[in-house]
């Protein structure tokens, strides 16, 4: 999907911005650890659910017009392809 006010690099600037600066503490519990976590970067509002796809879908049907921006809680990345993630959390 295309945000023609907001650049890929944009999305992921503010996303990661929101989630280290309002949300990082609130939901890096040992019960959410690995879970993925699908944030609107225009509201702050977000999802979380083990599946991307259920996560994103659950803030879509939410809130349509979301722009998202997804991590995996406690880790580096989403997925690693040819590489291993690297746990973050404490």
């Known amino acids: 999907m295309d945000y023609p006010n907001l650049s890929r690099e944009e999305i992921a600037q503010r996303g990661e911005k929101l989630y280290q600066q309002s949300i990082r503490t609130q939901v890096e519990t040992a019960e959410n ?5 699908a944030i609107n970067i225009t509201t ?5 659910d ?37 746990r973050t959390a404490l």
Request: aromatic letters at 8%.
């Open 33 to 37: 650890i690995g879970k993925i976590i």
């Open 44 to 48: 702050g509002d977000y999802e979380i």
């Open 50 to 86: 083990d599946d991307l796809i259920v996560a994103c879908h659950r803030l879509q049907t939410k809130q349509p017009n979301a722009i998202i921006w997804t991590e995996r809680i406690g880790y580096d990345a989403v997925y690693a392809v040819g590489g291993t993630l690297v």
